[in-house]
């Protein structure tokens, strides 16, 4: 029996994933047929509008493929786990839980400023507005795995900034303010961390660092964070499906 | 008058880009309305049901949002620049030349060989197959963006090793040998070149790379190439959107 959906993306999008997982789970190969519509209809128990979304989906990733006449088959790349692609958003909390960490967030500085040019363009923010800025690191162990930068206009986060826990999630602090970023246009690239951090922190051993940059917005379209994650290389590697 | 649809991807793909080139072409702008079915249909001479499975793909993208009742709009994040997701398959070739770069392609060396374990799982072949390994050197000028190991079947590839010109897209290499990969699972992770290609190359100076490592498949769903590819990271950042 299967769960009723019920997190905030879209239907199609979970039941996308939901069937991901079947193919998966039930140990589908490549070229195997998927079951009918009925029958994955009346396991989800959604409608067939619905699942046909979902399925036009999984046919745009690449997991299945239609031939007509005939039905729809599981897909060569569906055998290729990519189980948790980079084109996901979520919380590098969320995400470092799913590679196996249990990292301890600390805090490194937080203070409220006016933002540069390049971060007041990235939050649609004027000359005159505020922003927090939160420079975390975690820690898997003794072993730095992160150093995350954060912006959040002052205007979203209005409390005093010594009454609020920053080592928790960041998107879970958003969602009390009603602002939850629901999606990002992110950039990806791989370099060291800056020198004066590096010296600021001991970090000498970080190594090369996948740094992503992105802009996370709500659900209405406005910019709520502007973050700046360097990943530990030895650390991470994200997975994603090209096509 | 825009030129008819004819590249290989599925047209919901490539009406898609059209429709986000549109946007971007005339300028609209976050809360603009998008124009109607009726004047879509008729610029890009296209039937309605094949528009409207565009329309999805871009709202499922982020790039527009639908108000019910009201119509079609420009969300804010087709503001942001995502121009050239890392999510689109395309050759190296065609991903460095759209950065600006007209790099000379140095093939390093070329080899028939048996395939490890590693590569001959993700190529899906047996203990007896051979593949073509291919290491090349792309320069821009002085400066090298991009050390890339390619793997191939050489069931796919029969012909004499050296009367085949290297130096070129592998591919249109594979599209002249019927097996144009059409998507691929990959990773992507930061690293350093490893140290025997640093030595051998004497490419000291490369500095950090954007590794991205994928399995590519052709339209049957057979792999047809595992690639390596080490993207130097001071000239080489990829965008893309997550949600």
Redesign the interface.
Known sequence: MDEPLRDS??L??QLRDRIADLIRGEGLK?GDKLPTEAQLTQRFKISRPALR?AL??LE?N?LI?VEHGRGRFV???SA???DRP????ESVTDMAHHYGYRPLNKVLSIAEETPDKHVAAQL?LTATDRVIRIERLRLQGDEPILYCLDYVPRSIIPARLYDIDWSGSLLSLLEEYKNRP???????????LPDEVVQRNDLRDF?????IT??C?NA????VNYAIDY?R?SH????????
């Open positions: 993306r879209t199609a999008i490549p979304e036009k989906l745009q690449g493929y897909s060569a790349i290729v786990h990519v980079i084109t996901v958003f649609q629901r999606m990002s246009a992110a950039t990806v690239s791989a370099v060291m190594g090369p660092a996948l740094l992105e802009t917005f209405a379209g406005t910019p990943h290389g991470f590697s994200f997975s994603l499906v090209r096509k």
